[in-house]
């Protein structure tokens, strides 16, 4: 029993942090994630970006210079459908975790818990890549969105940075959702929160000088400023701006869901609210 509890204390008994990264990566998707089952997959990467692009383009499409304006939000929602797998999903694995009477286990493992967020976000950040790269094909090749020459790289590197930091911000959102009794509501209001406030559909600067604060203290403003610029070809420096903004953004936003989870895990055991759902 000594000797036991002298490695347990050395750490000898800890999983390792890749060994927690991979099997969260490659498991998570599958049981609190909720998203591995291939229609859905299939549907999160071509129907909805193509649906929800035609809804407002059609919108647009009433609007004065209904040319510029149709290319405009096709961009916008073309970036702004990463938020169904970024944030929609993500956010539920607090709610998948205590449905499924697991969550009070995965808090008392002794596993990195930097390991174990960041391996959950590892498929997500491809699902997210994917509907990016395919809305982004439907905004240019059906709804005549600008692709200017040498364009690819700086598209490229938008969305890979975009699906980093919509999906760090999920996480962000889960942590909160473990001290709430579900996180479907708190990842709703996020989801089309985006929708309003971060450029996707008309200017940020449109907006109320509130409304635009909040629009800038989210990610998905950035991803879609970096995703026109490039496509536009906008000078380097104002990409590195934006490119910079992105990664900032996912950087704090994992660091702040480790922290929430922290936090919350303390007290959710206090309140009960653990194994609530």
């Not at 598209?155 to 890979?160: D, L, P, R, T």
């Not at 996180?183 to 996707?200: D, E, H, K, P, Q």
């Not at 409304?211 to 536009?232: F, I, M």
Request: hydrophobic share 55%.
């Amino acid at each position: 029993m000594g000797t036991a509890l002298a490695s347990l204390r050395a750490g000898e008994n800890h999983p390792s942090f890749w060994r927690t990264l991979w099997v969260n990566a490659i498991f998570a998707p599958r049981t609190s994630l909720g998203f591995m089952r291939l229609d859905f997959v299939l549907g999160t990467v071509f129907i909805i970006p193509f649906t929800q692009m035609l809804f407002f383009a059609f919108v647009a499409n009433l609007a004065p210079g209904a040319g510029n304006s149709v290319a405009y939000v096709a961009v916008g929602n073309a970036v702004a459908t990463v938020t169904y797998s970024s944030i929609f999903s993500v956010c539920q694995t607090t709610d998948s975790e205590k449905n499924n009477g697991t969550m009070e286990h995965l808090l008392v493992s002794p596993t990195n818990r930097f390991a174990l967020y960041f391996g959950r976000g590892l498929i997500p950040i491809l699902v997210s890549l994917a509907t990016v790269a395919v809305g982004l094909l439907y905004a240019v090749f059906v709804f005549g969105a600008p692709f200017a020459p040498g364009a690819a790289a700086p598209v490229a590197v938008s969305v890979v940075l975009a699906a980093f930091s919509m999906v760090g911000f999920g996480l962000l959102l889960g942590g909160v959702a473990l001290y709430l009794r579900t996180s479907i509501v708190l990842g709703n209001i996020f989801l089309f929160l985006g929708l309003l406030v971060s450029g996707t559909n008309f200017p940020v600067s449109n907006l109320p000088v509130p409304l635009q604060y909040v629009g800038y203290a989210l990610p998905l403003t950035y991803a879609v400023s970096a995703v026109r610029g490039s496509l536009a070809g906008a000078p380097l420096g104002v990409l590195l701006g934006l490119w910079g903004a992105l990664a900032l953004a996912g950087l704090v936003s994992y660091g702040i869901a480790i922290l929430l989870w922290k936090i919350f895990e303390r007290r959710a055991l206090a309140t009960g609210s653990i194994a609530k759902f």
